[in-house]
């Protein structure tokens, strides 16, 4: 363990020295005597991926096993993800990332079989845990169409482009010398090439009898003993798919004119039926209309009724914008399911896995592009089943995330307990048919919650735990605007410009259950979280005016570049009068028709009945100046035992109190600066004094009268005071500017992104409690796409960059020393800037009685605590043994319980802890400051920089946050470069640098987050969530936390043939492929024509991999199996050797006995 000394570090000392490319401390620090003692090492981390949730992106194929139960669904971009029941789901990649264009399960075998785009086919095996491929065979002369694998074969027919079919034995993957050529096929009158393959099957009672379908519309009926054709069966029109009637007698053809062709085998000559389901029938006995090709059908039969015909595609040509169908035939009724997004691909859950008997269909799974649907084909009207996985992460695109390991155990079963009404009725009431797998036996046990932000501006809370996914609740924040009338809704995938209510950042609170979300039209809603119904009469509403101004010299010119102005006096833009409360703001319009004073969305004036779960408390708006819109929000913080929140942007910050519903404090990011601080921004020219439109005063007019002052709509015992060097409200000494802040813990909840349009100038708020809403339109300020988005880096950007306005990176509240060498702590908030700048604003918070139905704000800005290379990500504080500080927060109460239950909760919440102490000359706290280039740590109260760290020189941090690990604590940093790396706390070692995933898309810079115990998130596609860990525990024990795939399950009997067919040869005639297409009789496939790839999960890949990391153990395990092998061969061989000395033996008794009484001349 390696020891560091916190006691009088770099006493006379300054912070200023160069850092180091590895953690370095700074001089006059290493003293053994009182020490923090790092238990966290390097053999503590580890990274790998553990589990991928949400929908497969892009899917192109599907596949079911049905005795297994085990869905699969292959992509373009070669993923594979197979589920089974509730929490069993499993991804693989193909390395070369084809899209997957077939899959066939070996059925009870677990094994599949993979067709790619790219003309390759896998074998997976999936017995173990993480799947694994077996085998690969390239062809490199054939473009594969079509795969079938009969049920109980180990040959796999593999149809081409060229329209041959070649034959692949899967136990060896090995190609047959069996090959049925297209020319040999066809007729051979034909002049014309058939096309590519599009169907194979073998008639469901004669495994001799191959169906091969060809584009063209030609099916022929090849006899694989005689390899000869049979019958050939024309049609006009293109084929698209074929279905077998399970007695073998007739097929279904689905066609590229939205017709059904229905065969008899014994009549090639013609169709013995034609139906078009779609199209309008003539009365004049013409043929109907053509419409849409059927892409795919399926023939079910069924003991006791009608059989069912299910078909996609066939729809009318003149249903222009109709949604996608699937359409179900069964006897005379026609039911046509409409379905949300186009139709991939679907399948027929049947009782059987036998082809020869009656099927029973029960359900059917469709595949679309965005969704997957199960029909349960048993209930009148045909209901859908409620799919217990969690494929509904894009519902809405995802904005942001949060990941939170650890929480309190009852927040799961609160949000279940609320979430669970929300749930839609109407779905069957059978259990989910997909229901294969084990779930896995890991120790992982604690709780585990992800929240999702989505541009519709929805909020999902998601139980995470034991490496599962199950949505608890969903809350929609649009519920609090009012809806534009007539709107067309438009979905998309992306984030676009048209999602005024979409989530930017938000802070979310375990212990309090506060909820603080901020969207991009620049409003911050604050929710509490209730088990019992409301009804809010009016929703309560602050509208703050944070205004840009500029002299007239000063003025930019469109698109020119502004720099940032003086500092100002704290005093400014403090709203210290009151005013009635049900005063009502109106939007102001200039003379020129600016926008003044208005919102960007309408809050709604409608009573809004709220349901158990998360209920508005306030809602925050920053108005339109003078025509310009307000700047959207970057950070947010919430502090639940003084009930504030704060959030700031490139114009400033604004503390507002939730309870009073008031705002508190409002700053320019230029005021946050001593006016002596080294690092402020460079000092501008004194501007003029300009009156704001809309009859608002300028923030620098001390003018006391209260028409020309911005006002609170407060009671008038309500107050904000100001403090100055003359009167202290705070024991600190503000003419100091090196006064320090303390910082919180829930950083991670912050924006890290700057905007990039922001203006300079100095902050002018105005706060109205708004009882009645005016509906007046307005234009929300939206965000750019992903590509437009950008960084502002302070250690390598070019001299325009560096003229970029200021804002607000990062907040946190904490309990720490404002007075440099103080020894009384004292409530302080951290802020962090984009420009790598670390201030402190000491609060003093005073309130008036239980209700908190007054409270004063005193507040003073200490300066610059440090300055560091790129925009501030994240900060934290640990006490003098290297432990988080714990948040400042109270137990969460049910605000609509009644007071009696209230009284009771007020006995057990928790009040702001007890301040430190310091002793003189001793420091208690660190202060833990990361940014996009540098990492940083400062001894509390002696301000003194201890230990600084270069995270990287060539990139920037993207995510950074202080996690918890191995009981104790390190910073978690995911860098552009895709380098994901730990330093330990306080020292700032270096635990982890891998090379994991560069940066390719932004929504994985938006979405990344680190969380306690070693977890990490991030959307590694607009469905998919993609969890890691970096925890070498987890790692370990991954094997026993995943679930498994496959359960030994014996196979259902085959039919009964029935004495008669036994008697007279009707039943299902049996084929031996084994003497048809091996070596033997078939003879060796061409070399040239394919090529075999052995797979990691086979002997040979073993054998590659014993020269990695674990060779030592893989090549034990390679020579085991090798002289298990050996041995086995060995024991085959001495069986036959004594198999053929006792038939030898036999023979020579037989001779004996046979010649024994024989004369030699009888012989």
Same mark, same amino acid.
């Given at each position: 363990m390696k020891k560091f000394n916190i006691r009088k570090v770099l006493d006379g000392l300054t912070a200023a020295s160069s850092s180091s490319s590895s953690a370095t401390a700074q001089p006059g620090t290493p003293r053994e005597n009182d020490v923090v003692q790092e238990t966290l090492q390097s053999e503590h981390f580890q990274l790998c991926k553990t589990v991928r949730h949400g929908f497969p992106y892009q899917p192109s194929s599907m596949a079911f096993d049905p005795v297994q139960k085990i869905l699969a669904v292959g992509t373009q971009t070669g993923a594979l993800r197979l589920f089974g029941r509730a929490g069993v789901e499993c991804y693989c990649q193909h390395e070369s990332g084809a899209a997957v264009i077939q899959l066939q399960f070996l059925i009870n075998e677990g094994a599949l079989v993979s067709a790619l785009a790219d003309d390759s086919i896998h074998l997976w095996n999936l017995r173990q845990k993480i799947p694994a491929i077996l085998h690969s065979l390239k062809f490199n002369r054939e473009r594969i169409t079509y795969c079938h694998l009969p049920f109980q074969s180990k040959w796999l027919y593999i149809g081409s482009e060229r329209g041959?079919?070649?034959?692949?034995?899967? =136990?060896?993957?090995? /190609?047959?010398?069996?090959?049925?050529?297209?020319?040999?096929?066809?007729?051979? $009158?034909?002049?014309?090439?058939?096309?590519?393959?599009?169907?194979?099957?073998?008639?469901?009672?004669?495994?001799?009898?191959?169906?091969?379908?060809?584009?063209?519309?030609?099916?022929?009926?090849?006899?694989?003993? $005689?390899?000869?054709?049979?019958?050939?069966?024309?049609?006009?029109?293109?084929?698209?798919?074929?279905?077998?009637?399970?007695?073998?007698?007739?097929?279904?053809?689905?066609?590229?004119?939205?017709?059904?062709?229905?065969?008899?085998?014994?009549?090639?000559?013609?169709?013995?039926?034609?139906?078009?389901p779609h199209g309008k029938q003539p009365k004049d006995g013409k043929k109907p209309e053509p419409c849409k090709p059927i892409l795919k059908v399926e023939y079910k039969t069924t003991r006791a009724g009608d059989p069912f015909m299910v078909l996609s595609g066939g729809l009318s040509y003149d249903t222009v914008g109709r949604r996608a169908c699937l359409t179900v035939m069964h006897g005379k009724s026609t039911a046509v399911l409409e379905m949300d997004y186009p139709i991939v691909d679907f399948i027929t859950l049947c009782e059987t896995p036998y082809p020869n008997d009656f099927q029973e269909p029960y359900a059917v799974v469709v595949l679309l592009e965005k969704d997957l649907v199960v029909i349960d084909l048993g209930q009148i009207g045909y209901p859908i089943f409620e799919s217990p996985y969690p494929l509904s992460i894009h519902e809405s695109p995802v904005t942001c995330c949060e990941y939170f390991a650890?929480?309190?155990?009852?927040?799961?079963?609160?949000?279940?307990?609320?979430?669970?009404?929300?749930? &839609?009725?109407?779905?069957?009431?059978?259990?989910?048919?997909? +229901?294969?797998?084990?779930?896995?036996?890991?120790t992982q046990t604690y709780p585990e919650i992800i929240i999702t932000g989505h541009a519709d501006g929805s909020i999902k809370f998601w139980d995470a735990s034991a490496l599962m996914l199950q949505v608890l609740y969903k809350l929609k924040t649009a519920k609090v605007f009012e809806r534009a009338r007539g709107k067309e809704e438009k979905p998309s995938t992306d984030i676009v410009d048209e999602d005024p209510f979409a989530i930017q950042t938000l802070f979310w609170c375990p212990e309090s259950r506060m909820l603080c979300v901020a969207g991009v039209s620049a409003h911050v809603i604050i929710y509490r @979280?209730?088990?019992?119904?409301?009804?809010? =009469?009016?929703?309560? /509403?602050?509208?703050?005016?944070?205004?840009?101004? @500029? $002299?007239?010299?000063? $003025?930019?010119?469109?698109?020119?570049?502004?720099?940032?102005?003086?500092?100002?006096?704290?005093?400014?833009?403090?709203?210290?009068?009151?005013?009635?409360?049900?005063?009502?703001?109106?939007?102001?319009?200039?003379? =020129?028709?600016?926008?003044?004073?208005?919102?960007?969305?309408?809050? #709604?004036?409608?009573?809004?009945?709220?349901?158990?779960?998360?209920?508005?408390?306030?809602?925050?708006?920053?108005?339109?100046?003078?025509?310009?819109?307000?700047?959207?929000?970057?950070?947010?913080?919430?502090?639940?035992?003084?009930?504030?929140?704060? @959030?700031?942007?490139?114009?400033?910050?604004?503390?507002?109190?939730?309870?009073?519903?008031?705002?508190?404090?409002?700053?320019?990011?230029?005021?946050?600066?001593?006016?002596?601080?080294?690092?402020?921004?460079?000092?501008?020219?004194?501007?003029?004094?300009?009156?704001? +439109?809309?009859?608002f005063c300028d923030s620098n007019d001390g003018s006391n009268n209260s028409e020309d002052r911005c006002k609170s709509p407060t009671s008038a015992k309500m107050s904000r005071k100001i403090s100055s060097s003359g009167e202290q409200k705070l024991d600190l000494d503000v003419s100091a500017p090196d006064a320090e802040d303390r +910082?919180?813990?829930?950083?991670?909840?912050?924006?890290?992104?700057?905007?990039?349009?922001?203006?300079?100038?100095?902050?002018?708020? #105005?706060?109205?409690?708004?009882?009645?809403?005016?509906?007046?339109?307005?234009?929300?300020?939206?965000y750019g796409k992903d590509n437009a988005f950008t960084r502002s880096r302070s250690s390598s950007v070019t001299s325009i960059d560096r003229e970029s306005r200021e804002a607000i990176s990062s907040f946190y509240f904490c309990e720490s020393f404002p007075r440099k060498s103080g020894s009384l702590a004292s409530p302080c908030l951290l802020v962090g800037t984009t420009q790598g700048s670390v201030m402190m604003v000491a609060l003093s918070l005073q309130p008036g009685g239980d209700q908190k139905l007054q409270q004063s704000l005193s507040f003073a800005s200490c300066g610059t605590l440090v300055q560091l290379k790129g925009g501030i990500l994240t900060m934290a504080l640990?006490?003098?043994?290297?432990?988080?500080? *714990?948040? +400042?927060?109270?137990?969460?109460?049910?605000?609509?319980?009644?007071?009696?239950?209230?009284?009771?909760?007020?006995?057990?919440?928790?009040?702001?802890?007890?301040?430190?102490?310091?002793? =003189?000359?001793?420091?208690?706290?660190?202060?833990?400051?990361?940014?996009?280039?540098?990492a940083n740590v400062v001894a509390m109260p002696s301000q003194t920089s201890i230990y600084k760290h270069n995270i990287t020189e060539t990139s920037?941090?993207?995510?950074?946050?202080?996690?918890?690990?191995?009981?104790?604590?390190?910073?978690?940093?995911?860098?552009?470069?895709?380098?994901?790396?730990?330093?330990?706390? *306080?020292?700032?070692?270096?635990?982890?640098?891998?090379?994991?995933?560069?940066?390719?898309?932004?929504?994985?810079? &938006?979405?990344?987050? @680190?969380?306690?115990?070693?977890?990490?998130?991030?959307?590694?596609s607009p469905t998919e969530i993609q969890r890691i860990t970096y925890s070498q525990e987890t790692c370990d024990n991954l094997q026993e936390m995943l679930s498994e795939l496959f359960t030994p399950v014996e196979t259902p009997e085959a039919p009964n043939r029935g004495f008669f067919k036994g008697l007279f040869g009707g039943g299902a005639q049996s084929l031996d492929r084994e003497d048809l297409f091996g070596e033997t009789t078939a003879g060796k496939a061409s070399r040239s024509l394919a090529q075999h790839i052995p797979g990691p999960g086979s002997m040979e890949g073993m054998k590659g991999a014993a020269s990695g990391v674990v060779g030592d153990l893989a090549r034990a395990r390679v020579a085991l199996d090798e002289r298990g092998q050996k041995l086995g061969e060995l024991e085959e061989r001495t069986a036959a050797m004594m198999a053929s000395a006792e038939s030898f033996s036999k023979h020579a008794h037989d001779m004996m006995v046979k010649y024994k009484d024989k004369k030699w001349y009888q012989l």
């Amino acid at each position: 363990m390696k020891k560091f000394n916190i006691r009088k570090v770099l006493d006379g000392l300054t912070a200023a020295s160069s850092s180091s490319s590895s953690a370095t401390a700074q001089p006059g620090t290493p003293r053994e005597n009182d020490v923090v003692q790092e238990t966290l090492q390097s053999e503590h981390f580890q990274l790998c991926k553990t589990v991928r949730h949400g929908f497969p992106y892009q899917p192109s194929s599907m596949a079911f096993d049905p005795v297994q139960k085990i869905l699969a669904v292959g992509t373009q971009t070669g993923a594979l993800r197979l589920f089974g029941r509730a929490g069993v789901e499993c991804y693989c990649q193909h390395e070369s990332g084809a899209a997957v264009i077939q899959l066939q399960f070996l059925i009870n075998e677990g094994a599949l079989v993979s067709a790619l785009a790219d003309d390759s086919i896998h074998l997976w095996n999936l017995r173990q845990k993480i799947p694994a491929i077996l085998h690969s065979l390239k062809f490199n002369r054939e473009r594969i169409t079509y795969c079938h694998l009969p049920f109980q074969s180990k040959w796999l027919y593999i149809g081409s482009e060229r329209g041959n079919i070649h034959i692949v034995n899967v =136990e060896s993957f090995t /190609l047959s010398g069996y090959v049925i050529m297209w020319n040999k096929a066809i007729e051979l $009158s034909t002049k014309t090439h058939p096309g590519p393959v599009v169907h194979i099957s073998d008639n469901p009672m004669d495994e001799g009898k191959l169906l091969i379908g060809f584009e063209c519309g030609v099916v022929v009926l090849w006899d694989l003993k $005689s390899k000869k054709a049979d019958y050939r069966y024309n049609y006009d029109e293109a084929i698209h798919s074929v279905a077998w009637h399970h007695e073998g007698k007739q097929f279904v053809c689905s066609h590229s004119d939205g017709t059904l062709t229905t065969w008899n085998i014994r009549a090639p000559a013609k169709p013995a039926q034609i139906i078009t389901p779609h199209g309008k029938q003539p009365k004049d006995g013409k043929k109907p209309e053509p419409c849409k090709p059927i892409l795919k059908v399926e023939y079910k039969t069924t003991r006791a009724g009608d059989p069912f015909m299910v078909l996609s595609g066939g729809l009318s040509y003149d249903t222009v914008g109709r949604r996608a169908c699937l359409t179900v035939m069964h006897g005379k009724s026609t039911a046509v399911l409409e379905m949300d997004y186009p139709i991939v691909d679907f399948i027929t859950l049947c009782e059987t896995p036998y082809p020869n008997d009656f099927q029973e269909p029960y359900a059917v799974v469709v595949l679309l592009e965005k969704d997957l649907v199960v029909i349960d084909l048993g209930q009148i009207g045909y209901p859908i089943f409620e799919s217990p996985y969690p494929l509904s992460i894009h519902e809405s695109p995802v904005t942001c995330c949060e990941y939170f390991a650890d929480c309190p155990s009852e927040l799961i079963p609160a949000l279940y307990s609320v979430g669970s009404r929300q749930k &839609r009725q109407g779905y069957s009431k059978k259990e989910w048919p997909i +229901s294969g797998g084990n779930w896995g036996q890991g120790t992982q046990t604690y709780p585990e919650i992800i929240i999702t932000g989505h541009a519709d501006g929805s909020i999902k809370f998601w139980d995470a735990s034991a490496l599962m996914l199950q949505v608890l609740y969903k809350l929609k924040t649009a519920k609090v605007f009012e809806r534009a009338r007539g709107k067309e809704e438009k979905p998309s995938t992306d984030i676009v410009d048209e999602d005024p209510f979409a989530i930017q950042t938000l802070f979310w609170c375990p212990e309090s259950r506060m909820l603080c979300v901020a969207g991009v039209s620049a409003h911050v809603i604050i929710y509490r @979280f209730s088990k019992q119904e409301a009804t809010t =009469e009016v929703v309560q /509403l602050l509208e703050v005016r944070m205004q840009s101004e @500029f $002299s007239e010299a000063d $003025s930019p010119d469109p698109g020119g570049e502004q720099t940032p102005t003086l500092p100002t006096s704290a005093a400014s833009s403090s709203p210290q009068e009151a005013e009635p409360p049900n005063q009502l703001t109106a939007g102001v319009n200039s003379s =020129e028709g600016a926008r003044d004073n208005i919102p960007c969305l309408q809050v #709604r004036s409608s009573p809004l009945k709220q349901s158990p779960g998360y209920q508005v408390e306030l809602v925050v708006q920053l108005v339109w100046v003078s025509g310009e819109p307000p700047q959207q929000i970057t950070s947010l913080a919430v502090n639940s035992s003084f009930g504030l929140v704060v @959030f700031g942007n490139s114009n400033g910050l604004a503390v507002v109190d939730y309870v009073q519903k008031t705002l508190l404090l409002n700053l320019g990011t230029s005021e946050l600066y001593s006016p002596s601080d080294p690092c402020q921004r460079q000092p501008r020219s004194p501007r003029k004094p300009r009156q704001p +439109s809309g009859g608002f005063c300028d923030s620098n007019d001390g003018s006391n009268n209260s028409e020309d002052r911005c006002k609170s709509p407060t009671s008038a015992k309500m107050s904000r005071k100001i403090s100055s060097s003359g009167e202290q409200k705070l024991d600190l000494d503000v003419s100091a500017p090196d006064a320090e802040d303390r +910082s919180h813990r829930w950083s991670p909840w912050l924006c890290k992104w700057p905007v990039g349009s922001m203006k300079n100038g100095k902050l002018a708020a #105005r706060m109205t409690r708004k009882l009645n809403v005016h509906k007046t339109k307005s234009d929300p300020h939206r965000y750019g796409k992903d590509n437009a988005f950008t960084r502002s880096r302070s250690s390598s950007v070019t001299s325009i960059d560096r003229e970029s306005r200021e804002a607000i990176s990062s907040f946190y509240f904490c309990e720490s020393f404002p007075r440099k060498s103080g020894s009384l702590a004292s409530p302080c908030l951290l802020v962090g800037t984009t420009q790598g700048s670390v201030m402190m604003v000491a609060l003093s918070l005073q309130p008036g009685g239980d209700q908190k139905l007054q409270q004063s704000l005193s507040f003073a800005s200490c300066g610059t605590l440090v300055q560091l290379k790129g925009g501030i990500l994240t900060m934290a504080l640990l006490d003098a043994a290297g432990t988080m500080l *714990p948040p +400042s927060c109270e137990v969460w109460y049910d605000p609509n319980a009644s007071d009696e239950e209230k009284e009771k909760e007020k006995t057990r919440r928790r009040r702001p802890a007890t301040p430190p102490s310091s002793q =003189e000359g001793q420091d208690s706290q660190f202060a833990v400051l990361c940014s996009e280039k540098q990492a940083n740590v400062v001894a509390m109260p002696s301000q003194t920089s201890i230990y600084k760290h270069n995270i990287t020189e060539t990139s920037f941090v993207l995510r950074a946050d202080v996690v918890q690990m191995a009981g104790a604590y390190c910073i978690a940093c995911f860098c552009a470069n895709g380098h994901i790396m730990t330093l330990s706390l *306080p020292s700032l070692r270096p635990l982890l640098d891998i090379n994991y995933l560069p940066l390719t898309d932004m929504r994985i810079a &938006r979405t990344f987050c @680190f969380s306690n115990l070693g977890q990490a998130l991030y959307l590694t596609s607009p469905t998919e969530i993609q969890r890691i860990t970096y925890s070498q525990e987890t790692c370990d024990n991954l094997q026993e936390m995943l679930s498994e795939l496959f359960t030994p399950v014996e196979t259902p009997e085959a039919p009964n043939r029935g004495f008669f067919k036994g008697l007279f040869g009707g039943g299902a005639q049996s084929l031996d492929r084994e003497d048809l297409f091996g070596e033997t009789t078939a003879g060796k496939a061409s070399r040239s024509l394919a090529q075999h790839i052995p797979g990691p999960g086979s002997m040979e890949g073993m054998k590659g991999a014993a020269s990695g990391v674990v060779g030592d153990l893989a090549r034990a395990r390679v020579a085991l199996d090798e002289r298990g092998q050996k041995l086995g061969e060995l024991e085959e061989r001495t069986a036959a050797m004594m198999a053929s000395a006792e038939s030898f033996s036999k023979h020579a008794h037989d001779m004996m006995v046979k010649y024994k009484d024989k004369k030699w001349y009888q012989l």
